[in-house]
């Protein structure tokens, strides 16, 4: 311990001031800085020296009792949808999943329970099966077959303080939602130790063998996740229009017919590969090269563009089409 | 520092280390909880550490007595700040900090603290790592007095 002051410190007092000073916490404290603070059940010793002139000249030192306190745990979880926004879901859909982290805002490894909650309203529809799934290999992803299923006491997390785990929650979409349904589900999760307002003690529960105390979140947390339906539907037009060769409208032979075909995709989402095919009515011939796709000509053959002449019909491959999209295929054919 | 008068009763009921005809030292440790009424009157009280979480305000209470029957010359107390706490304030014109483990001393405004880049920026309480106290007045035979310091639970 250091000597008297206004002396200056010998070296050895000084080593002897920092081993003192790091062997009061050396017993569980560890010096890192910890946004949770303090591990549970540390213990906080403090000691003084007193220094004076002795009696018979030089100097006498005595040390103080020792007081010690063992921090308490604070029990303190947070909960946070890890989905960006909506997850997009279709009708009928299973093993849909939203994401969510829960982490330790306590200074004491505790076990959380686990709780999802997919009729809490606020919604349109509320999902079906609504499983809780540990990520336990801890990638941040879904990974079917890996990730197990929770079952509430038996794995319950346990987190170390300032620790996070993803949880994720698989639910069945109902077959009859429509486009823009939405479905909120709560996943809740629960300090084991206790929970209530904050400020409760449970005596002796705490980590490390001292007391457990609710903190300001009550020792429980909820946040919410959506599902939303993305529904595309096609809407489909054909229209045909007759020039004869005076220049009318006359359906007679050799009258060109010029058929437009009015695809329109409405509601959320999209159509994956889509594809307009339409047959050569009996009685006419297709006239070849009439081929067009939003104003633009397409080769009959099978090539690198979007259209072909099978012999029998015309065919245009769209691709993805997202909700919104309008595309008008025309060709023409002559009466035989 | 008006909340001293609540503990003296406590304080006397606890053994002080015993130093036959000589000084003595005792070390109490209380935790300061604000509680706010109905009316919204703030009550700072000392309670005893029953329990204690991070963020807690935790005052060090060190209590000297001269028990020898003559004055005692050259007194100087020095508490380092344990490692869990960090130090937030005393208020005692004998006192000064370190925040070098004990190889300088002063005033905290007068202190100072290297960096990474090898300049060197004023401290702060946070960096303090040692209290003392140095009495430039003898203590008289039998008298006593307290010494306090603060600090918060990391």
């Given at each position: 311990m250091p000597s008297a002051y206004p002396l200056p410190l010998s070296a050895a007092a000084r080593r002897a001031a920092k081993l003192g000073a790091c062997a009061?916490?050396?017993?569980?404290?560890?010096?890192?800085?910890?946004?949770?603070?303090t591990p549970a059940g540390s213990v906080v010793r403090n000691t003084a020296t007193a220094t004076y002139d002795a009696p018979s000249g030089g100097e006498t030192t005595i040390t103080s009792n020792e007081v010690s306190l063992t921090v308490d745990e604070i029990l303190g979880v947070t909960v946070a949808s890890g989905d960006p926004g909506d997850v997009s879901v279709t009708p009928g859909a299973t093993a849909q999943i939203l994401r969510y982290t829960l982490t330790n805002i306590g200074n004491g490894s505790e076990k959380f329970s686990l709780l999802a909650r997919s009729n809490a309203g606020g919604d349109d529809f509320d999902p079906g099966s609504a499983e809780i799934i540990l990520d336990t290999n801890g990638n941040g992803a879904y990974d079917a077959g890996v990730d197990t299923l929770y079952v509430a006491g038996t794995n319950?997390?346990?987190?170390?303080?300032?620790?996070?785990?993803?949880?994720?929650?698989?639910?069945?979409?109902?077959?009859?939602?429509?486009?823009?349904?939405?479905?909120?589900?709560?996943?809740?999760?629960?300090?084991?130790?206790?929970?209530g307002a904050p400020g409760i003690v449970f005596t002796g529960q705490g980590q490390g063998g001292g007391n457990a105390i609710v903190g300001t979140t009550g020792g429980t947390a909820e946040d919410d996740g959506y599902y939303r339906v993305q529904q595309a539907s096609i809407g489909f037009v054909k229209s045909a229009v007759v020039l004869d060769p005076f220049g009318h409208a006359s359906a007679m032979p050799g009258a060109f017919i010029t058929y437009t075909l009015?695809?329109?995709?409405?509601?959320?989402g999209s159509i994956a590969n889509l594809r307009i095919a339409d047959t050569i009515p009996a009685g006419t011939t297709y006239r070849a090269g009439t081929l067009t796709l939003d104003g633009g000509a397409l080769t009959d053959g099978?090539?690198?563009?979007?259209?072909?002449?099978?012999?029998?019909?015309?065919?245009?491959?769209?691709?993805?089409?997202?909700?919104?999209a309008q595309h008008n295929v025309t060709f023409q054919v002559k009466i035989d | 520092m008006k909340f001293f008068l609540p503990f003296l009763a406590l304080l006397s009921a606890t053994a002080a280390t015993a130093a036959p005809?000589?000084?003595?030292?005792?070390?109490?440790?209380?935790?300061?909880?604000?509680?706010?009424?109905?009316?919204?009157?703030?009550?700072?009280?000392?309670?005893?550490?029953?329990?204690?979480?991070?963020?807690?305000?935790?005052?060090?209470?060190?209590?000297?007595?001269?028990?020898?029957?003559?004055?005692?010359?050259?007194?100087?107390?020095?508490?380092?700040?344990?490692?869990?706490?960090?130090?937030?304030?005393?208020?005692?014109?004998?006192?000064?900090?370190?925040?070098?483990?004990g190889a300088t001393w002063g005033a905290l405004a007068t202190l100072t603290v290297a960096q990474p880049d090898g300049s060197r920026r004023p401290a702060v309480a946070a960096d303090v790592t040692h209290v003392r106290w140095a009495f430039s007045q003898p203590i008289p035979a039998g008298a006593e007095g307290r010494l306090t310091f603060r600090g918060i639970v990391k």
């Open positions: 009061l916490l050396a017993f569980a404290f560890d010096g890192a800085a910890r946004a949770a603070g319950d997390p346990q987190l170390a303080p300032d620790a996070s785990q993803t949880v994720f929650v698989r639910s069945v979409i109902p077959a009859g939602v429509t486009d823009g349904q939405r479905a909120r589900v709560d996943l809740v999760a629960t300090a084991l130790t206790g929970s009015a695809v329109t995709i409405s509601g959320s099978v090539d690198g563009d979007a259209g072909t002449f099978t012999g029998s019909g015309i065919a245009v491959s769209l691709g993805n089409v997202p909700a919104g | 005809n000589g000084v003595t030292l005792n070390n109490a440790v209380f935790v300061e909880h604000v509680r706010v009424d109905a009316q919204g009157h703030r009550t700072v009280a000392l309670d005893p550490p029953a329990v204690v979480t991070p963020g807690d305000h935790l005052v060090f209470v060190l209590t000297y007595r001269n028990g020898g029957a003559q004055p005692a010359t050259g007194f100087g107390v020095t508490n380092p700040i344990p490692d869990a706490v960090t130090f937030e304030s005393v208020e005692d014109p004998r006192a000064v900090v370190s925040v070098d483990h």
